[in-house]
């Protein structure tokens, strides 16, 4: 089975949200946009094993504590993800499948 690890995002300035799904992203997007006043965004959305996509998620969380606002909710840019990501599955041996 495959899950999406997507990054949902207010704009380029951020904040981000860095959530995991089995369904597709944007019915969690339109979820999320319900209790938003702000426009979201699908920024990107990594397909994955399930049991990869929950240990992604978690790490991600976890090297990204510091820019922590609240939940799953980050304060960065978008600029620093494109630059992040690749080295992030990279480092901790994820593989995206598409």
């Not at 799904?21 to 426009?39: K, V």
């Not at 979201?40 to 510091?66: G, M, Q, T």
């Amino acid at each position: 089975m495959i899950a999406h690890l997507y990054i949902i995002s207010e704009g380029p300035d951020g904040p981000v949200k860095i959530g995991r799904t089995i369904s597709a992203p944007s019915a969690r997007l339109a979820s999320l946009q319900t209790g938003n006043p702000r426009p979201l965004h699908i920024y990107r959305s990594y397909v994955l094993p399930c049991d990869e996509v929950i240990a992604a998620e978690r790490e991600l969380h976890e090297e990204l504590n510091l820019f922590g606002l609240i939940g799953e909710w980050f304060e960065i840019p978008e600029s620093f993800i494109d630059r992040y990501m690749p080295d992030f599955f990279l480092s901790n041996g994820f593989e995206p499948l598409r």
